[in-house]
């Protein structure tokens, strides 16, 4: 049973950094794709980040191009997604998800799996 836990969440300010982390169990976490997309409230969730299983791809929304950094640890089974300069507009649930592909995709139809989410809110 594939298993996909994220944290990292939080309150923060306009300008502020924080790191997401989503563990993964239940596969061979090496062999697929990984993203993480977001919800804000009222939103449809929308895709942020994507990184193929060697991590030599990566790819992003263009509202966080420059600011946002996907990266995975293969051997700890996780993947991260580092977020600097955060603005309220990236008040969300983030969720991580993994595809049953090796690689990458820009929509939710790309992945099979599912975290339960982490919220990150940002205040002006």
């Known amino acids: 049973q594939v298993q996909l836990v994220e944290s990292g969440g939080g309150l923060v300010q306009a300008g502020d950094s924080l790191r997401l982390s989503c563990a993964a169990s239940g596969r061979t976490f090496s062999s697929y794709a990984m993203a993480w997309f977001r919800q804000a409230p009222g939103k449809e969730r929308d895709f942020v980040a994507t990184?193929?299983?060697?991590?030599?791809?990566?790819a992003y929304t263009d509202s966080v191009k420059g600011r946002f950094t996907i990266s995975r640890d293969n051997a700890e089974n996780t993947v991260y997604l580092q977020m600097n300069s955060l603005q309220p507009e990236d008040t969300a649930v983030y969720y991580c998800?993994?595809?049953?592909?090796?690689?990458?995709?820009?929509?939710?139809?790309?992945?099979?799996?599912w975290g339960q989410g982490t919220q990150v809110t940002v205040s002006s």
């Open positions: 998800a993994t595809s049953d592909r090796s690689t990458i995709s820009y929509t939710e139809r790309g992945y099979a799996y």
């Open positions: 990184i193929s299983w060697s991590g030599g791809r990566t």
